[in-house]
Every structure is written in structure tokens, then in C-alpha cells.
């Protein structure tokens, strides 16, 4: 396949890109190397653009690199909004450096059901209500956050230790062994291997989680599918075991280098869309702990969350595509023009899909005064402001204002046609 913005898919976040291509590829000979999808960067092969570990992504051929941050000197602009740069070979020859733990094929991810047993069993046996003191209570606790008390029967947390993760891993291990007998023989890994977040060491041990240890245990935040179902998780890292650069949040999987199952970035639901009727209000916001806070504050809520401003941007709007959407995305957009970019592209999106399926569905976007949130918003008790695309729009200026024009003019959109024309 041929790379161009057309055949991009959705860029390198979204959860159906097969980046784990790389491993087919990569200790093949240049000639032999052909384009069959993408890869996320990760901390072992990062961005040519921009060097970070994270958010920009390549083409399994090394031949083009979409960097999310910086736009100079790009061809253009890729499904994702991303910026495209195509690599000459010399430029690859230098920097092509296989990592040869890599060279081996990707473990496939498990069906849905045995992914949803597995992580609702690892909630059972690990829940979140056993580290009260350190992640329910508390300054930074979910309480403090607004999450009620039923909703945190639905968290898990992992031990603090290597070993305990990987005791709870071999209990893991038996349980789908005992419950899914038939599927556990087939297997060539042990059974629970294609789980994401766990994987098998060399010597044959299941493992849950990376081999280190932790001060404080980790936060896991399930994303439940369109049944209610864990298709996967996020783990919460404690702000004090995070440097400044690193991300708190992150999929529980390890396909890097430990060989487990990669989770993709799917979206979380905290509603059966089969039980909402059309034309209801849905609530479209980052990060599956906020939708859950907010549906604890406002239970009448209907949530549906990215796991990233930049991620699953189609998989959203297919997801809201029967309801009316109110796009309340963090705060940061008004002072930080990627994020700005990435709200703009998921409002082009959005409406383009009601004119190409001829819907009356509106879209309107969250503003609000105090925090970054929706969720910081309500627990403060800050009114919430609901703009129309148009008003939005007219409070934008400067930086944020160019942007969101920029992508709009890429994405072809053109609301303010309108606003002459009146
Ligand atoms: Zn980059």
C-alpha cells in the first residue's frame, strides 16, 4: 500500500492502525521493505521529527514520518492532522537502527470476552477499594475528584511491586485456563498472553505490567465498549513517580519491548447507545475517568470519551453520530494551538458526517470558566456556557483563531460562508 493522506486511516493514535507491521519488516533488507501500515513512535524508536517518545507515528516503511508537533517544512497534512514528512534513504540508511528484541511477529489481541473477564476478574482480586488511603481518599484521591462511591467498585489497581503483579498475573493465567478451557489449549503463549498489559518473560513466567517497582500502586481505569464491556484499560501513574516530560496516564499493554498485546486507543462509554434514543444529548470529552466523574456529578449525563485530544476522532463520531453532541474538551485549547487544532478537526468531522448522512443533529461546545475539566468545572461549580460552533468561533483569536481556521481549511469546512452570507 501506497502511503498518502487518502489511505492514511486515521493516523498513528487511532485503534485499528496496525503499527505492529513493524515487526515483519524490520531486519528485512531496504528492497524487501514494503509499506503495509503504521507505527506509533515509542520511547525505543522515537519521532524523526521531533525526537519525543509519543503521539507521532511513521509508515511501517520508515519512508514517512507524521509528526504531531511541528509543521515547518511538512508536505502536508494526514488524516490525523498530523504533519507529513517524507524521509529520503540516505536520511534512513543513517538512522535506521533495528532493535532486534523487536524482530519478531506481534501478539494479536484477545477477543472482547475474554478481555472483558480477564480485567472484570483483575478488578475482583485487585480493587481499587484496597488502597483507600492512597488512591480513594486523600488530596489527589477519586473522591476528591468527584467519583462516587459506587462508581469506584468498577476500578482496579495494580500492586506497587513486580512480584505481586506478577502473583496476580499467574492467577490471571489460571483463570482464563479454568474459564475458557477451549481457547487456553489453542494457545501457543500461555493463555493469558494477548491480554493487554500482560506478557510472558524469557524463562516462561507471566508478567503483569512493566519489571519495576512503584511507591504508590497504580490507578486502573477500565474503557467499557458500547455493551458496557472492558475492551481496555488505562493505568493512572502517581504524579510523584512521573517526570515532568512523562505521561500520567497510559494503556495497561506492553508490546515494548515485552512482547505482550498492544491495547489501541479505543473510546469509552458510560451508556449503552442501544438504550439512548436518537436525538438524546451526549457529552464528548478526553479521558475515560473524567466521563465517569462527570456522569457521578450530573448522573443524567451521557458520556463518551478519546483517550487523547488527537485520538479515535472518527471512532467518536461514529459513536455520537444518532445523538446531539456537546464537545466539552479541556480548557487547554485556549492557549495551546495543537489542542485547539485537534478540537477544530472533530468539529469538521462532526458536521461533515451530519451532511454526508443528512442528519438535523446539532453540535455545540463546553465552555466554562474555572479549570481545565468539565469535570473540574462542575465540581467547582462553575456555569457551564453552551456555544454553537459559530459563537465558539467568535471568541477565538490570535494563535488559537489561525489554527483552527488552518485545520478548518484543510478539512474543507467552512462555517463562517454562513456568517458573510447573513
Ligand atoms: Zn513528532
Same mark, same amino acid.
Given at each position: 500500500m501506497e502511503y498518502s493522506p487518502e489511505n492514511s486511516h486515521r493516523g498513528p493514535m487511532s485503534a485499528d492502525i496496525p503499527y505492529t507491521d513493524q515487526y515483519r519488516i524490520i531486519n528485512l533488507p531496504q528492497r524487501h521493505r514494503v509499506a503495509s501500515g503504521f507505527c506509533r513512535v515509542t520511547k525505543y524508536r522515537r519521532c524523526r521529527v521531533c525526537e519525543k517518545p509519543d503521539w507521532c507515528g511513521y509508515t511501517t516503511d520508515e519512508q514517512t514520518s507524521i509528526c504531531m508537533r511541528i509543521s515547518n517544512g511538512s508536505k502536508g497534512i494526514s488524516r490525523n492532522g498530523g504533519n507529513i514528512f517524507h524521509h529520503n534513504r540516505l536520511f534512513l540508511v543513517a538512522n535506521h537502527r533495528p532493535n532486534r528484541r523487536q524482530a519478531l511477529p506481534p501478539i494479536a489481541i484477545v477477543p472482547i470476552e475474554i478481555r472483558n473477564a480477564v480485567y472484570e476478574e483483575l478488578f475482583r482480586r485487585s480493587p481499587v477499594l484496597r488502597y483507600y488511603s492512597q488512591l480513594i481518599d486523600g488530596p489527589n484521591g477519586l473522591l476528591s475528584r468527584g467519583l462516587c462511591q459506587p462508581e469506584i467498585q468498577n476500578y482496579g489497581a495494580l500492586p506497587r511491586t513486580h512480584k505481586e503483579r506478577a502473583s496476580l498475573a499467574r492467577a490471571l493465567n489460571k483463570f482464563v485456563m479454568l474459564r475458557f478451557p477451549m481457547y487456553a489449549s489453542r494457545r501457543t503463549h500461555a493463555a493469558i498472553v494477548g491480554v493487554p498489559g500482560f506478557w510472558q518473560d524469557d524463562t516462561g513466567n507471566v508478567q503483569l505490567w512493566k519489571p519495576r517497582n512503584y511507591n504508590i500502586p497504580l490507578l486502573v481505569i477500565p474503557y467499557r $465498549? $458500547?455493551?458496557?464491556?472492558?475492551?481496555a484499560c488505562q493505568l493512572r501513574l502517581h504524579k510523584s513517580e512521573v517526570s515532568h516530560s512523562q505521561k500520567k496516564y497510559r494503556w495497561l499493554a506492553c508490546p515494548f519491548p515485552f512482547r505482550g498485546a498492544s491495547s489501541g486507543t479505543p473510546i469509552h462509554f458510560t451508556f449503552k447507545p442501544a438504550d439512548l434514543p436518537p436525538v438524546k444529548t451526549v457529552v464528548i470529552t478526553e479521558g475515560a475517568l473524567k466521563a465517569d466523574i462527570l456522569v457521578s456529578l450530573r448522573p443524567k449525563a451521557h458520556v463518551v470519551a478519546t483517550s487523547g485530544v488527537s485520538c479515535s476522532h472518527a471512532e467518536i463520531i461514529h459513536a455520537v453520530r444518532p445523538y446531539n453532541a456537546l464537545i466539552a474538551f479541556d480548557a487547554d485549547y485556549k492557549t495551546n494551538p495543537v489542542v485547539a487544532r485537534q478540537l477544530a478537526r472533530l468539529i469538521a468531522g462532526r458536521e461533515r458526517d451530519i451532511v454526508i448522512h443528512q442528519l438535523s443533529t446539532t453540535t455545540k461546545i463546553v465552555c466554562w470558566q474555572t479549570g481545565k475539566g468539565i469535570d473540574d468545572a462542575v465540581l467547582a461549580n462553575s456555569p457551564l456556557e453552551t456555544m454553537t460552533i459559530l459563537e465558539w468561533f467568535s471568541t477565538l483569536e490570535g494563535k488559537i483563531l489561525a489554527e483552527v481556521k488552518r485545520a478548518w481549511n484543510e478539512a474543507n469546512y467552512h462555517p463562517w460562508i454562513s456568517l458573510i452570507k447573513k
Open positions: $465498549d $458500547d455493551k458496557g464491556r472492558i475492551q
